[in-house]
C-alpha cells in the first residue's frame, strides 16, 4: 500500500501543481482546500505526510496543527509559508510538533524530494508498531491500580459496545480492538490526583479543564505502547459528540470513527447507571429515556436504537430466566 501525502492548500491551482510533482512517486497525492476538509480525511484516512500552507482560509499560522497533531500525530508535519520568522517557527515546533518547514517559493524537484524523505521517516517510524497484548494488559492494570471504581465500569462499558458490535456483524478483530479501546479508554486519567477523580462537589473551571484533556493524555499513552489504530481512537474520541460539540476535537457525525460512537453510547449508559462519588445510580428504564433524548445531538441515532432494542430484548431475556 502507498503511502499518503495531504497537502492542505487554499490556492486553487494548487492541487494539479502538485500532482504534477508527485506523478511517478512511490506514494499516493491527495489535497485538501481546508483545515476542516484535513481533519476529515485525517479522521477517514492512514495519512503518512502532510504539508499544510501556513495560511487557510478561517485558520491561519499553527492553529489548526495542535488538532491535526491529536487526530493523527504518527503522521509527519511539514509546513509550507511564505515567511519563516522566528515566532512562528517556535509556534509550529512547540504546538504543532511540525518536522520541517518549506519556504515558498520553493522548486518543484525540492518539494518532491522533501515529501519522499518524510515517507521514509514515517514507514521507518511505523515499522516498529505491533499489536502486543501484554501491553494492553499492563495498561489496564495500571488504571485499576489508580481507581478502583473504573475496572468494573471498564469492563461493563466493554461488555455493552460488544453487544452492539455484534449487531452490527463486526469482524473479529473489530471487536478484539472495542475490548480493548473500552477497557482503556479512560486510560488518560492515570495521573490525575485521587482528588480530583474521586471529588464528590462540583469542578472549578480549572479542574474541568484538565479533566478535559485525558482522551488525548490517554491517546497518547496508547500510541507510545504501539497500540492498534482503532483502540486508540476509541481513546481519544469518545468523548466527541455526535452534534460537534464534544472535545477534544470537536468532530461530529460520522466524521467520529464508528468504533469510538459505538463506546461513547456504552460509557454514557453505564456513567449514569453506576453510583459515583457524587450521586447514586439512575434506574436503567430513566437513564434509556434520557439517552433517548440525546439521540441525534450528544449519541449517534442509529447505534442508540441498535443499543436500546438490544438492552430491552436483554431485559426481557433476564425477566424470563433465559
Not at 504543532?96 to 519556504?103: D, L, N, S, T, Y
Not at 524537484?109 to 494492553?136: C, I
Not at 472495542?178 to 490525575?192: T, V
Amino acid at each position: 500500500m502507498l503511502e499518503k501525502v495531504l497537502f492542505v492548500d487554499g490556492e486553487k491551482n494548487a492541487p494539479k501543481s502538485m500532482e504534477r510533482v508527485f506523478v511517478d512517486a512511490d506514494m499516493t497525492f491527495i489535497n485538501a482546500g481546508s483545515a476542516k476538509e484535513a481533519l476529515k480525511l485525517l479522521v477517514e484516512s492512514e495519512i503518512g505526510v502532510l504539508a499544510k500552507n501556513n495560511i487557510l482560509p478561517g485558520m491561519s499560522g499553527v492553529e489548526p496543527l495542535s488538532c491535526l497533531g491529536d487526530l493523527s500525530p504518527e503522521t509527519v508535519k511539514i509546513l509550507m509559508t511564505g515567511h519563516a520568522d522566528l515566532p512562528t517557527s517556535l509556534d509550529a515546533i512547540n504546538i504543532g510538533e511540525v518536522f520541517r518547514f518549506i519556504v515558498k517559493s520553493w522548486e518543484k524537484g525540492e518539494l518532491g524530494k522533501v515529501a519522499r524523505d518524510e515517507v521514509d521517516h514515517y514507514r521507518l517510524d511505523n515499522s516498529m508498531g505491533g499489536d502486543d497484548e501484554a501491553k494492553l494488559l499492563s495498561l489496564a492494570q495500571a488504571i485499576e491500580l489508580k481507581d478502583p471504581y473504573t475496572r468494573g465500569h471498564c469492563d461493563r462499558v466493554a461488555g455493552f459496545a460488544l453487544m452492539m458490535a455484534e449487531r452490527l456483524g463486526m469482524d473479529e478483530e473489530s471487536r478484539q480492538h472495542i475490548k480493548y479501546g473500552s477497557s482503556l479508554h479512560d486510560c488518560g486519567k492515570i495521573g490525575f490526583p485521587d482528588a480530583l477523580l474521586n471529588s464528590s462537589g462540583k469542578l472549578n473551571d480549572s479542574e474541568f479543564a484538565t479533566i478535559r484533556k485525558h482522551p488525548v493524555w490517554g491517546a497518547r499513552v496508547a500510541r507510545q505502547a504501539r497500540l492498534p489504530r482503532k483502540v486508540i481512537n476509541i481513546i481519544l474520541y469518545h468523548h466527541e459528540r455526535y452534534d460537534g460539540e464534544g472535545y477534544p476535537c470537536g468532530l461530529s457525525g460520522e466524521t467520529i470513527p464508528l468504533e469510538a460512537r459505538i463506546v461513547t453510547i456504552a460509557d454514557v449508559f453505564d456513567a449514569m447507571t453506576s453510583k459515583r462519588p457524587y450521586r447514586d445510580p439512575l434506574p436503567r428504564k430513566e437513564t434509556l429515556e434520557m439517552m433517548n433524548a440525546m439521540s441525534g445531538h450528544q449519541l449517534d441515532p442509529e447505534l442508540m436504537r441498535i443499543f436500546y432494542d438490544a438492552l430491552l430484548e436483554g431485559f426481557a431475556n433476564e425477566l424470563c430466566g433465559t
